[in-house]
């Protein structure tokens, strides 16, 4: 994917405007400023494939940064182009984006170049991609609309929630926070409590002994996560832990074992298992991962049913974001619990 026309750092503004006045389409959109930082070798091209596809659905004004502070050179370079949609064989709807390549000191100067090419008046949402970094600063934070984030890739998830924690709390929680290991339990949980609509089995959930939760190599997180869920929606307590393994308690005291078991598995949540007195249930993704396939026995009725599984493409990822705008309550609640878990 081409970045674009380079141009100074300097004239950004002016370049766009001469870029908008050579360009055919119909309308140029914007309804938020949408940035993507990374520290990664290669990301803008990579990024800049992944925001034509994201503008397909949310128009904005995109700035896609890659900052390398270990380089010896002190660089600033500058790309823009237009993401178009077509409609009638000619461009429609164009977002415009902005690429920087920042070495050395010049990596150092990332909020001010950020807060400079922002389109005025519109949120401002971040997707900040690997770890948190002492970039990300309360002179930067303290801006921001929206935070993304996937702790599938941190190196320290507690310690980085811990970071995120600590610095919504000291902006007065001005922007929202986003994880991607969340989105992607979305099918799964959704599957689960629609599941729980009958009778038999909602009747046996509260004598559930053992929970099994299966997830690919990197997304423990993941999988912590719809075992919080679960335990708030149970209300059950971690009252004991030896690595991988949980021992929840129920409000009558007795005890749940629950595992989160590491797979060779390329999705996220590839399977989920629970036992109980005259209960099993098994969750489990179809080879295509385009359906769950749940199969439950209780009280001497056998229940199968399919639930759909959304394309875990990231695109669609970012997209699922970006479609909610406000807070979500449920989410927060499990972050707040997350970290004995992690």
């Not at 902005?98 to 950020?114: E, S």
């Not at 801006?143 to 929630?161: E, H």
């Not at 099994?212 to 009252?239: D, T």
Request: hydrophobic share 45%; glycine share 4%.
């Amino acid at each position: 994917m081409q970045l674009g026309q380079e141009v100074p750092v300097g004239k950004i503004h002016q370049e766009l405007k001469k870029l908008w006045a050579s360009n055919d389409a119909a309308t140029k959109a914007s309804l938020m400023n949408f940035a993507i930082y990374s520290e990664s070798p290669g990301s803008l091209e990579e990024n800049t494939a992944l925001i034509s596809k994201i503008t397909e659905e949310h128009a904005c004004r995109a700035l896609v940064i890659f900052a390398r502070q270990d380089s010896e050179a002190m660089e600033a370079r500058a790309w823009i182009t237009a993401h178009c949609r077509l409609a009638g064989g000619k461009k429609a709807v164009c977002s415009e984006q902005i690429a920087f390549d920042l070495h050395g000191q010049c990596a150092n100067l990332v909020r001010n170049i950020v807060f400079a090419n922002l389109e005025s008046d519109l949120p401002l949402v971040v997707w900040w991609q690997g770890d948190l970094t002492d970039r990300f600063d309360e002179r930067f934070f303290s801006r921001i609309d929206r935070l993304v984030v996937d702790s599938a890739t941190w190196d320290d998830p507690a310690a980085q929630f811990g970071m995120v924690l600590s610095a919504s709390k000291e902006s007065g929680q001005r922007f929202l926070l986003n994880d991607l290991s969340w989105t992607r339990s979305y099918d799964l949980r959704l599957s689960l409590a629609s599941l729980f609509d009958h009778a038999d089995l909602l009747k046996g959930l509260p004598e559930i002994e053992t929970i099994r939760i299966s997830h690919g190599k990197n997304e423990r997180v993941c999988a912590a996560m719809v075992l919080v869920w679960m335990a708030n929606m149970l209300q059950l307590e971690n009252a004991a832990r030896t690595g991988n393994s949980f021992i929840l308690q129920k409000p009558d005291g007795s005890k749940i074992d629950a595992s989160l078991d590491v797979t060779d598995a390329e999705v996220a949540l590839p399977r989920l298992s629970m036992e109980g007195k005259d209960m099993s249930l098994i969750f489990e993704l179809d080879a295509d991962a385009r359906f769950w396939h749940a199969t439950a026995n209780c009280s001497g009725n056998r229940i199968h049913q399919m639930f759909p599984a959304h394309d875990q493409a990231l695109p669609n990822q970012i997209n699922a974001q970006l479609q909610r705008a406000r807070e979500n309550s449920l989410f927060k609640q499990i972050t707040m619990r997350l970290e004995a878990w992690l």
